[in-house]
């Protein structure tokens, strides 16, 4: 059984540019979450989908959109990238119940803006 | 809203060893969850043990456990008779219950010393 996975490992982009992360999450789990890890810290929530629908979001702006497909795959964008955007974002997947589901990791991508 | 704090930015420890990470946290809610996640060099953010608020005893996962100080707002975890592969950054991270927004704190680095 496949954990979470993630795509690119890493990625290079300069300012300016655009970027999609990709994650696909563990067998059997329909909920995807995406956080971002700047170096040095703890991961910071940047949204959640569910249904192909953003169900919950963090303090992060527009630029970040995501996107969740009928096969639960999610995507990541971000635009007009900048250099503080550079930090390790990672994929959680879950499956969506009433109360507590446990969330498990992707390895991450590894994007540096230049 | 939640928040989480580590106070040891590094800690070591000597193979075989007992060693305590601490964790304080805030939320004004009564139903929560408190973990503590292990993120090796891999990057692979892994789950090592969960506890959840309602429960006043201390959750335990083999070499694992945790203080659990609710009124203190204190979620400490201890790892006894440590070994090589338990280096790694050590997250404390926060659920509030029905929410899937994990809020982490900056993390502790564990050396463990042969």
């Known amino acids: 059984d496949a954990g979470v996975t993630q795509s690119p490992t890493h990625l290079i982009k300069t300012r300016g540019q655009q970027v999609t992360l990709r994650c696909s999450p563990k067998?059997?789990?329909?909920?995807v979450s995406w956080y971002q890890q700047a170096l040095g810290q703890g991961p910071q929530f940047i949204f959640q989908y569910y249904e192909e629908e953003e169900r919950q979001r963090g303090n992060f702006p527009d630029r970040f959109s995501g996107h969740q497909f009928p096969n639960y795959s999610s995507e990541l964008n971000v635009n007009a990238l900048l250099l503080g955007d550079s930090a390790l974002y990672l994929c959680?997947?879950?499956?969506?119940?009433?109360?507590?589901?446990?969330?498990?990791f992707g390895p991450g991508t590894r994007l540096t803006v230049l | 809203a939640q928040t989480v704090t580590q106070s040891q930015p590094e800690m070591s420890v000597q193979e075989a060893e007992t060693v305590t990470l601490s964790c304080t946290y805030d939320?004004?809610?009564?139903?929560?969850?408190l973990f503590w996640y292990k993120q090796p060099p891999s990057r692979q953010m892994i789950l090592v043990i969960r506890?959840?608020?309602?429960?006043?005893q201390n959750a335990t996962e083999n070499r694992f456990s945790v203080n659990f100080q609710k009124a203190a707002k204190s979620f400490s975890l201890k790892i006894s008779d440590s070994q090589l592969g338990d280096a790694a950054m050590y997250f404390c991270?926060?659920?509030?219950?029905?929410?899937?927004?994990?809020?982490f704190g900056k993390g502790t680095k564990l050396t463990v010393n042969p």
């Open positions: 506890q959840e608020a309602y429960k006043q």
């Open positions: 939320t004004s809610e009564s139903d929560y969850y």
């Open positions: 067998s059997g789990h329909d909920t």
């Open positions: 959680a997947s879950s499956l969506l119940l009433w109360s507590y589901n446990e969330q498990f």
């Open positions: 991270a926060s659920l509030q219950g029905g929410s899937e927004k994990l809020v």
